[in-house]
């Protein structure tokens, strides 16, 4: 069964500094989509960066890059220069596509703080 | 612009009642879904639909109950036999390609009275 594991449920970091969110998954797939999605206290869903399974170059996004390890099954998001307005959830996901079932499987999610 | 509306922003249910959340979107995207959002627990899907008058159910679908007469509306009725449905309910759509992401509304805050 596909799964997405996010093991920090919250994390800190100060501004100006980097960050690193961790995410793990489980599928059978070979080629497959990954994304990290942003939940500020608006509550809008926000998608921030995806990458591709099949691709090796990490995918990155302005300040938002990504560490893509397809055999570890890991894939982390990295926030450099870390701002006031990056505080927010963060959630790790995986578009599960199988025939007629097709939906965005999410982990927990990790609650980031950004201090002054 | 694109994009999905969800309506209302807030909802109060008392005790023993029906109600029923609004999703639209005028993306032309063919699947929508429904989330339910909990702290702690993440997103769970409760159902979703890949075609117009066709839907599935999702991995909560108990006391819950959608419609899909139309490409652009996806409404959600939770009844009164979903025990705790207090929660801040999401939709989204997607269409292929699959790097293309969900997009999602705003969400409904549904608490019960």
């Known amino acids: 069964a596909q799964t997405v594991t996010q093991s920090q449920p919250e994390m800190s970091v100060q501004e100006a500094e980097t960050v690193t969110l961790s995410c793990t998954y489980d599928?059978?797939?070979?080629?497959?989509?990954l994304f990290w999605y942003k939940q500020p206290p608006s509550r809008q869903m926000i998608l921030v960066i995806r990458q591709e399974a099949y691709k090796q170059q990490n995918a990155t996004e302005n300040r938002f890059s990504v560490n893509f390890q397809k055999a570890a099954k890991s894939f982390s998001l990295k926030i450099s220069d870390s701002q006031l307005g990056d505080a927010a959830m963060y959630f790790c996901?995986?578009?599960?596509?199988?025939?007629?079932?097709?939906?965005?499987?999410f982990g927990t999610g990790t609650l980031l703080a950004v201090q002054p | 612009d694109g994009g999905i509306t969800q309506s209302p922003k807030y909802l109060f249910r008392k005790e023993g009642q029906n109600v029923t959340l609004s999703c639209e979107q005028n993306?032309?995207?063919?699947?929508m879904y429904w989330y339910r959002q909990d702290p702690g627990q993440g997103l769970r899907l409760i159902y979703y639909s890949q075609i117009v008058n066709d839907f599935q159910k999702g991995d909560i679908a108990e006391g819950y109950s959608v419609s899909r007469e139309k490409k652009e509306s996806f409404p959600l009725t939770v009844t009164s036999a979903q025990k705790n449905p207090t929660a801040f309910y999401l939709c989204a759509s997607s269409s292929p390609p699959r790097d293309y992401g969900y997009t999602f509304g705003s969400g409904t805050r549904l608490t019960v009275v």
């Open positions: 993306l032309n995207h063919d699947a």
């Open positions: 996901a995986y578009p599960y596509y199988g025939g007629a079932t097709n939906k965005l499987i």
């Open positions: 599928t059978s797939e070979s080629d497959y989509y």
